[in-house]
């Protein structure tokens, strides 16, 4: 066997491994909707994405209607590493901003001050959960963080790809539309 087929073979895993991950949406929410952030992977473990979280007490003299705190993001990954058979470990090489943060403007009587992305900055890395990792294995405040429509049937195994923040305790769920046993 030539000594480049190993680095070709992880190299080729983690293409791989990042095109499992592309085109599907990522979200870290608020049970009821309030605040989010939300972001796509490339194939090539690149990322873009947004943030926002709606204060509507949060009021002043030339903004009544509250204020809005958002970004739009990109950024990559780097450094994925497999952990086990369901567990992938990727690092946050950078983020950059759309708009500087800590800036602001006062928009149809409502503040949008621009900000950090809640649950990707301040971290290193990211713990990537696949699809078939039996529930047992994931972490209880990651359980906690499930609900059925991430897994089968009977609760056991995930569904679907969870992008964990050790440093936060937060879960990014991959966003998937529900179904309804119907097709039009």
Not at 12 to 36: D, F, H, I, M, P
Not at 140 to 157: A, H, T
Not at 167 to 184: H, Q, T
Request: charged share 25%.
């Amino acid at each position: 066997m030539p000594k480049f087929w190993a680095g070709y073979k992880k190299c080729n895993e983690l293409q791989s491994t990042y095109a499992a991950l592309r085109g599907k949406e990522y979200q870290l929410s608020s049970q009821g909707g309030v605040w989010s952030t939300t972001f796509v992977i490339n194939s090539d473990g690149t990322f873009s994405g947004e943030y926002y979280d709606y204060d509507a007490l949060a009021t002043g003299e030339n903004y009544p209607h509250g204020t809005l705190y958002e970004s739009s993001f990109s950024g990559e990954f780097s450094g994925m590493k497999k952990v086990d058979e369901y567990t992938y470990s990727i690092g946050i090489k950078n983020i950059s901003y759309q708009k500087t943060v800590g800036t602001e403007e006062v928009l149809d009587q409502e503040l949008h001050v621009n900000c950090e992305a809640y649950g990707l900055t301040g971290a290193d890395k990211l713990i990537v959960y696949i699809p078939g990792t039996p529930v047992e294995r994931l972490p209880e405040n990651v359980r906690k963080q499930c609900d059925e429509s991430m897994l089968n049937d009977d609760g056991s195994v995930l569904q679907v790809y969870m992008l964990h923040n050790e440093e936060l305790g937060v879960v990014f769920r991959e966003r998937r539309v529900p179904s309804f046993g119907y097709s039009i």
